[in-house]
């Protein structure tokens, strides 16, 4: 190849390259916009509204650090955390292993197979409000379903939302049921990436279902998982999609048993006007779903396989 060949086959190159990167921003663009504008500035707002006394009707002070020193002697805001974390380590724990669970499930040649994935995906498109005040009417004392049922089978009823013993934990368990298909779809695409010759050759050699899985499903599965930590996580740690149940539910009772952190911040803001202490928490709040980020990054190596 001549030089100046060379250099026209380089500059087409250059080119090519240049169009991809711009359509690929171009893509990228408008949500990349929408988070700067809807998510970004928020954020940055409501980091500066922590270090003032605002109670929304124009009284504006300056604070200081008042809000932040408040939020770590205030026992409702230290019960939210600890209601947070519990709620996180049930959520995320629970989701995985279902959802795990599910795609492996509906992975096999069975009949009726897309019936079944589509019933275990079905409660996502429903709306939370409507699962909320549908599982509220199938929990409630004495007329509910779920107690009907137990105390036919013998097992005497619980007060699932009026107890603080089960309310947290009924959650919980509503939460999973209603993210479980989502995030079984997700998994469902990681396990189909997955070349079948490995499998094969696996059996040829004589592994069973437990060693197939041990040594090549879950390796292989490690990006879909960490990504389904990740995201399961900031769904937790938000609690935005959470807050639809509980404040359908039980508006974070009983006795604040299901006050998560972000319905407590709610509460600040726009039952009792304190729209800068609850800055103050939301600021804080990002702080910690940023470390529990970052920490899940440290330990799951960013979910890359150990040979890269």
Do not use: C
């Not at 947070?84 to 292993?97: A, I, L, P, R």
């Not at 800055?279 to 890359?304: D, E, P």
Request: charged share 10%.
């Amino acid at each position: 190849m001549s030089a100046g060949a060379s250099e026209t086959h380089y500059r087409r190159g250059l080119n090519r390259r240049h169009r991809e990167w711009l359509a690929a921003a171009l893509f990228v663009a408008p949500d990349a916009l929408g988070l700067l504008v809807f998510l970004g500035v928020p954020m940055v707002l409501a980091l500066g509204l922590g270090f003032f006394e605002v109670t929304g009707f124009g009284g504006i002070a300056f604070a200081g650090l008042d809000n932040y020193k408040k939020m770590f002697v205030d026992p409702l805001f230290l019960d939210s955390l600890k209601v947070t974390v519990t709620y996180v380590v049930g959520f995320v724990v629970g989701v995985f292993v279902v959802s795990l669970g599910l795609a492996l499930l509906v992975q096999q040649k069975i009949p009726f197979v897309g019936f079944f994935r589509s019933m275990f995906f079905l409660p996502h498109v429903v709306s939370l409000v409507v699962v909320g005040l549908v599982w509220q009417f199938m929990l409630t004392d004495g007329v509910g379903v779920v107690n009907q049922v137990l105390e036919a089978v013998g097992i005497g009823g619980r007060s699932w939302l009026g107890d603080p013993q089960f309310a947290l934990a009924t959650v919980v368990l509503v939460s999973i049921w209603f993210f479980m298909g989502y995030y079984m779809i997700i998994f469902l695409a990681g396990l189909q990436e997955i070349p079948r010759e490995y499998y094969d050759a696996a059996k040829i050699d004589g592994a069973r279902s437990w060693q197939l899985f041990r040594h090549i499903t879950w390796p292989l599965l490690k990006p879909t998982s960490f990504f389904v930590l990740l995201v399961s996580t900031i769904t937790g740690v938000a609690g935005l999609q959470a807050f639809d149940l509980i404040y359908v539910m039980t508006k974070g009772g009983p006795a604040n048993s299901t006050s998560l952190g972000i319905f407590y911040i709610y509460q600040q803001a726009f039952q009792f006007n304190d729209y800068g202490y609850a800055a103050a928490m939301s600021s804080f709040l990002v702080l910690l779903l940023l470390a529990a980020t970052a920490l899940m990054f440290v330990l799951t190596k960013g979910g890359r396989f150990e040979t890269e």
